[in-house]
């Protein structure tokens, strides 16, 4: 059976809390605070803290999950005969249980990708039926920063893709569940491939990087926002002890400390990457860009390394197995895991 207080590798959801998080929520605990976040001067101080990463116009709203973050933004912008153009890796599309369709009442339009990352001429082809009322309208084209292959769109993608977007009457959204990954990986101050680019939404992860739980719904644009407080009610993702959540993303966004998370994610995907490569039977299927580690191992040592450490075959038919590090990762855990594989 497995050890299931080892560190693994299978997702950086299952890594801990940041003790700064941790003393959030503890100073939070005490005393009576206002339900939903009304009249709390906490919830005003961190829509400020937003802005400050954003901009002025950036409007934000604390949902529980990355899934609530992901449907109830593309629920706003979009009418039930519009469609989301993404990939066919994209987390909405294979990791959601079919949420964005069956909530939003919208079809997912998939593009097949090499790399996870989507290009503007793929889109196109959706373009064909705009006008004709028998098809589905696209709207929005939603991308992951980083995509689910680990991979990064550099800022030329992003504007290229805004600006074919925003030419052809959609919209553009960023799944961000791992977007301090990219922020460290880019080296670039967030707004400069978000807001400055002309992104219209976002989802800004926080469980994935040192929360216990809750995600941010980010519009970029003041008039994206109109009505969302009530699609977020009716969407189930109105936490009624709202500090719980604000208090977390005060924390994670004071000192940078979602930065210095995600810094030690990636460095230690670095160093899992290059450790792996030094072992010749062991191969790199792609480059190691973020916090994720792809690697094709010999089919027969799989299992037995499932058995020690818990982790994700990506792809049965080729034996590529998704490596996933965390802010909590260390040396330790890396060369424990590496040993593991020599034996």
């Not at 098809?135 to 290229?160: F, H, M, N, R, W």
């Not at 893709?161 to 880019?186: C, E, S």
């Not at 219209?200 to 040192?210: A, E, H, I, M, Q």
Request: proline share 2%.
């Amino acid at each position: 059976m497995r050890n299931l207080f080892k560190k693994g590798f299978a997702s950086d959801n299952c890594s801990g809390v940041s003790p700064e998080i941790m003393q959030a929520l503890a100073a939070v605990n005490k005393g009576h605070y206002p339900s939903y976040g009304e009249d709390d001067t906490l919830l005003e101080n961190v829509r400020e803290q937003f802005k400050t990463l954003f901009g002025n116009e950036a409007e934000v709203f604390f949902v529980f999950n990355g899934t609530g973050a992901n449907v109830l933004s593309l629920q706003q912008l979009l009418k039930p005969w519009q469609a989301v153009v993404a990939a066919h890796s994209a987390h909405i599309n294979e990791d959601e249980t079919g949420a964005v369709e069956k909530f939003t009442g919208s079809k997912i339009l998939t593009i097949e990708t090499i790399d996870g990352k989507i290009r503007s001429e793929q889109v196109a082809l959706f373009l064909k039926n705009v006008g004709f009322q028998h098809a589905v309208q696209p709207k929005i084209i939603s991308i992951s920063q980083p995509t689910e292959l680990g991979t990064l769109y550099s800022c030329d993608e992003i504007k290229a893709l805004t600006d074919f977007a925003h030419q052809h009457n959609m919209l553009l959204h960023i799944d961000g569940a791992r977007i301090a990954n990219a922020a460290v990986a880019l080296d670039k101050p967030i707004r400069e491939f978000t807001t400055d680019l002309d992104v219209d939404v976002l989802s800004f992860g926080g469980t994935k990087n040192g929360l216990m739980f809750g995600e941010a719904v980010v519009f970029l644009k003041k008039n994206l926002a109109e009505g969302f407080l009530y699609n977020r009610k009716q969407g189930m993702q109105l936490a009624s002890k709202m500090r719980f959540i604000t208090a977390q993303f005060s924390a994670y966004l004071e000192n940078e400390l979602w930065l210095r998370n995600a810094q030690k994610a990636n460095a230690m995907a670095q160093f899992l990457g290059k450790k792996l490569s030094e072992i010749p039977y062991i191969r790199l299927s792609r480059k190691v860009e973020a916090n994720a580690v792809f690697v094709i191992f010999p089919k027969e040592i799989i299992a037995a390394m499932q058995k020690q450490y818990f982790f994700h075959v990506w792809n049965e038919l080729t034996n590529e197995v998704r490596l996933m590090c965390s802010f909590d990762t260390t040396e330790e855990d890396v060369l424990g895991f590496v040993n593991a594989l020599k034996n």
